[in-house]
Each structure stands twice: as C-alpha cells, then as structure tokens.
C-alpha cells in the first residue's frame, strides 16, 4: 500500500510537500527557512550527505525491499496477462480485468526497469552531483554552530559534535567515487 505524506511548517502550518509519495529521505541540507512565515525549521527527513553517505542500510533497504516486489510483480504480471488473454479467448469478460491489471503490471516493471537503466547510463553525472553535495555538505559540517543545531535533531551530528568537542578522530561517510 503506497504511503503519501504532506509535510508542514511546524510554526505556521504551511504545507511545503502535499501528498509526495515514496521515500521520504533525501540528501542535502535539513535547515529550511517556511516560505509563507520566513521562519527557520530542520526537515529530519533530509540527511547531510557527508554524515549518512548515499550509500547505507537505508539505501540497501530501499533495493532489497524494490528487488523483492520485482520478484513478485514479474511473475503476477506473466500470469495475469496470459490468463486474461486465455479467459477472454474462451469469452469470460473477467478476462478483461486480469489483462488490464497485467497490463499495468507490465507498465510499472517496465518504468522501474526503465529509471534503472537510466541511472546507470548518467552515473557519471549522478557521482558528480553527490561529489559536489558531499563537498557542500562538508562545508555546514565545519561550522560549529551549525553542527551545535543539527545535533539536537540528528545523532550521527551529535557523534560528530562530541568528537569534536573531545579532540578525536571525526568520522563521515565516504565520499561518493
């Protein structure tokens, strides 16, 4: 079941994302400034790239759980477009119905298989824009007032406050190769 979130402004109420659907988290800066009442907010659903990296759990998740739907939706949409064609061939008007859900099926197989491709035909482009977002995100880091307001909402920026606060090795993510 698809889960669509609206996000607000936390002092007026404005909503700045209606009904998104899909993963929420996002990469870059989490402190926004409300549009509507000028006031500053953190959106805890976006991550600092140089904390988190593109490449974590959240992310193997993401494929593990895309990975297994395809295993599943594959051979639904096999079954549904033959046995549609087959019911509709012996003049059973259900047959309809299973070929419209194989159809749609097909289609977003075919768009999932489609933005896959396509990732891996821009990765250049893709790895260069997360560099540049890491080596921005890199930047906020080293400013110590903003990692004093990151950490009362983010742990990982809490970590790196106290290890810096402590004098200790800092740790980031890996920067995008």
Same mark, same amino acid.
């Given at each position: 079941m698809a889960t669509y979130v609206t996000k607000k402004c936390p002092h007026c109420g404005y909503a700045y994302q209606f009904m998104q659907g899909g993963d929420q988290r996002k990469y870059g800066c989490p402190y926004k400034i409300c549009e509507r009442c000028n006031n500053p907010y953190w959106d805890t659903d976006i991550k600092e790239p140089a904390l988190y990296g593109y490449e974590n759990l959240h992310e193997t998740m993401e494929s593990v759980s895309q990975g297994c739907t395809l295993f599943i939706c594959i051979p639904?949409? /096999? /079954?549904?477009?033959f046995g549609g064609i087959y019911l509709l061939i012996n003049a059973e008007i259900i047959g309809i119905f299973l070929l419209a859900l194989g159809g749609i099926n097909t289609y977003i197989i075919c768009s999932y298989l489609k933005r896959k491709k396509d990732e891996i035909t821009n990765r250049?482009? /893709? /790895?260069k824009t997360q560099q540049k977002e890491y080596d921005e995100s890199m930047k906020r880091l080293q400013d110590i007032n903003y990692l004093s307001r990151l950490a009362k909402v983010d742990s990982l920026a809490k970590k790196l406050l106290e290890?810096?606060?402590n004098g200790e090795l800092e740790h980031y993510a890996e920067r995008p190769q």
């Open positions: 639904f949409g /096999i /079954i549904a477009l250049d482009e /893709i /790895i290890e810096r606060k």
